[in-house]
């Protein structure tokens, strides 16, 4: 059972961990590992190699402690390392591979699932189930909340296979999940 949490604020529990104070060390990442592994969850399926990103991510993390300047949410810089993380893993097992540019004239497909449809463990494993590219875009799109530019510089990839990845994503997206709208309407729902 993890410790109660010694610091009430979050500017004291950086400066405890970079004066390499372990436990304060410890609590950080006990309250952050299980948000973070989720994360990591969605960009890496392999539950062991997502274990390692969370690991590797809580590396850079404290070995860039100093860097953070409390401009920003600290939350937020840290899950930046995470999921920076995992897209150097995915790269680094060479697993990510994005296609080529659809036809810049293509229509984008607009993806307004009502929320209410679905659970939200239903809603991830359907994320989880799409092809490694759509599934990378997505997240970083859709649920961290990047800009196609910033995706395009992180993956290495065009605005544009970026723009076809995320439109293609919510193609696959709402086939999937029209069959359960389908059932909610039919149940009464």
């Known amino acids: 059972m993890p410790a109660k949490n010694r610091f009430t604020e979050e500017t ?11 436990l304060a060390c410890r609590e950080l990442y006990e309250q952050y590992s299980g948000k973070f592994l989720a994360i990591s969850l969605r960009y890496i399926k392999d539950h062991d190699l997502a274990q390692d990103v969370l690991v590797e991510g809580f590396m ?7 860097q953070f300047k409390n401009a920003g949410s600290f939350e937020g810089w840290m899950k930046r390392i995470i999921v920076t993380q995992a897209l150097l893993t995915l790269r ?7 296609e080529v540019d659809w036809d810049t004239q293509t229509e984008m497909v607009e993806f307004n ?15 989880a189930a799409l092809p490694l590219g759509y599934r ?7 649920i961290e909340g990047y800009s196609h530019r910033e995706i395009s510089e992180m993956l290495g990839i065009s605005e544009n296979t970026s723009k076809s990845q995320l439109s293609r994503s919510r193609a ?18």
């Open 12 to 22: 004291a529990l950086i400066e405890a961990c970079l004066k390499g104070e372990r």
């Open 60 to 66: 850079k993390i404290f070995e860039n402690l100093s």
């Open 92 to 98: 680094k097992n060479q697993k990510l591979r994005m």
């Open 113 to 127: 699932p009502q929320i209410g449809d679905f659970d939200t463990e239903e809603l991830l494993q359907v994320i």
């Open 136 to 142: 990378t875009v997505f997240n970083l799109y859709a």
């Open 172 to 189: 696959i997206l709402q086939q999937k999940l029209k069959p359960n709208q389908q059932k909610e309407k039919n149940n009464g729902g």
